[in-house]
């Protein structure tokens, strides 16, 4: 990134953070820092999948920071630039919403399932699992495109990925596409013990559609999860998945470079 770029990030009125083709973060300017409370010595280098950022709408236009310290959590309309350099560097723009209403939110509450969204749908499911001491799981996964041909849309993946999860999974079973490259499944009445069975059966459906797009597409899945414990509240159960997800993909990372 050129200086002069940097300059006018660095005084946008939004918050502007920079990750590299590996999805590593490079730069943030003071508003994102501010803005968000995240400790800066967590974001430079490491993995955007490590952030307490999850989109909560069907499009991935409402980020909401999921901070364990606040009870009024803050959400941003988001969107997301490639940049010409460094190559395969990416731009995330965040506009904190200071006062969401129907009227004004990115949320379109005509196209979302009856069950809302995917945070309202966890919090009942953990309170359930409190309650009747019932088996809860959490899946993330995380789409690595190793080799993307140019006439294929990342819309295009997203798209038959979340279409493909909706196939395998049960009607019980709840998707939300948290970023670009990153879905989250609420999965009741699930036990830790049947993840390894259902991750493997998710990994060869979406490998089968993805060929279909082209057969040069390669991708790689990874997942990340966790399971309801005694005094587990939503916050919890996503950082342990998220934890869970970075530690996965950074193995991934290393064993590549080999």
Known sequence: MQVEQSELLEKSPLAVLICDAEHRILWTNSRFIAETGLDPQNLIGHLYASLPLEAIDKHTHLIQLFDTTSKNPKKFAYWQAELSEPAGAVA????????????????DSSKLPKRANWVEFLDY??????????????????????????????????????????DVL?????????????????????????????????????????????????????????????????????????????????????????
């Open 92 to 107: 995330h723009y965040f506009a904190l919403e200071r006062d969401i209403s129907p009227k004004h939110s990115y949320v």
């Open 125 to 166: 499911e953990v309170s359930r699992s409190r309650r009747y001491d019932n088996p809860l799981s959490l899946l993330k996964l995380y789409v690595l495109a190793d080799a993307k041909p140019q006439n294929v849309a990342n819309q295009t993946i997203c798209q038959t990925v979340k279409d493909t999860l909706m």
């Open 170 to 258: 049960r009607w019980a079973d709840m998707v939300g596409n948290t970023s670009q490259d990153s879905y989250l499944m609420v999965l009741p009445e699930t036990p830790s013990s049947a993840l390894e069975q259902l991750e493997s059966k998710i990994t060869t459906a979406i490998e089968a559609q993805l060929k279909f797009l082209s057969a040069d597409l390669k991708c790689h899945i990874i997942f990340g999860s966790s399971h309801w414990q005694k005094h587990d509240d939503s916050q919890k159960m996503l950082q342990r998945a998220r934890q869970n997800l970075v530690e996965n993909l950074e193995k991934f990372s290393t064993k590549s470079k080999r």
